[in-house]
């Protein structure tokens, strides 16, 4: 089986503007989260979706949305990019719910300048 | 506040003596406890996991991780270091429930010597 993917890779965007990214999930799973991996704060959690239904927030501004489709494919969108937005935003899919482990893409390297 | 700790930024072992990479947490319940790894450059993989039952779990490449409830303590283990588990270790939590939210310790990067 493929594994989570992420696309696209490596990103670069300035100050203002606005980012969407993209995760398929390993097939058959329904569940998708995300994470943000940055050296000051490390891995926090951004969102959690399950059958369409975000599920659970982290605590992040407004900015950062998400939503995911029907085949349990996941975007994520952050608007009126910041600096300290630049990260590494890793998403991870789960066959279980309430998920137990989860397995990661190889996440997408945002830097915002 | 819901939080997982790993006490030691670094951990130094030479190849073949045992090793261990501390964990605590701090969160409420009968939480779900995970051990990811993660290479340079890459996404976490995942390592093991206890949900319930045995306190010793045994995972993926040799490692195992040893549950204490009573220290809310959850401490991967591995009898015989190599030097290609040398990366970046990371304990994760989950409330649990209908959740799969995961928190995160800081990290702990295993350094093996040859």
């Known amino acids: 089986k493929a594994g989570v993917t992420q696309t696209p890779r490596y990103l670069i965007k300035t100050r203002g503007q606005q980012v969407t990214l993209s995760c398929s999930p390993i097939s058959g799973h329904r569940s998708v989260s995300w994470y943000q991996q940055t050296p000051g704060q490390g891995l926090q959690f951004l969102f959690e979706y399950f059958s369409e239904t975000q599920r659970n927030k982290g605590n992040f501004p407004g900015r950062f949305s998400g939503r995911q489709f029907s085949n349990s494919r996941s975007e994520m969108n952050v608007s009126t990019l910041e600096l300290g937005d630049s990260a590494l935003y890793l998403c991870?899919?789960?066959?279980?719910?309430?998920?137990?482990?989860?397995?990661f893409g190889p996440g997408t390297r945002l830097t915002v300048l | 506040a819901q939080s997982v700790a790993q006490p030691e930024d670094q951990v130094n072992v030479a190849e073949g003596n045992p090793l261990t990479v501390k964990c605590t947490y701090s969160?409420?319940?009968?939480?779900?406890l995970f051990w990811y790894v993660q290479y340079p450059n890459r996404g976490l993989q995942f390592l093991l996991k206890?949900?319930?039952?045995?306190?010793l779990v045994k995972g993926s490449y040799g490692f195992e991780a040893e549950f204490n409830k009573s220290q809310t303590s959850f401490h991967l283990k591995k009898p015989s270091a190599l030097v290609s588990d040398s990366a970046l270790y990371f304990c994760a939590v989950s409330p649990g429930g209908n959740t799969g939210k995961l928190i995160f310790g800081q990290g702990t990067t295993l350094q093996v010597k040859p």
């Open positions: 206890y949900i319930t039952g045995d306190n």
């Open positions: 991870a899919s789960s066959p279980r719910d309430p998920p137990t482990e989860q397995f």
């Open positions: 969160v409420s319940g009968n939480p779900y």
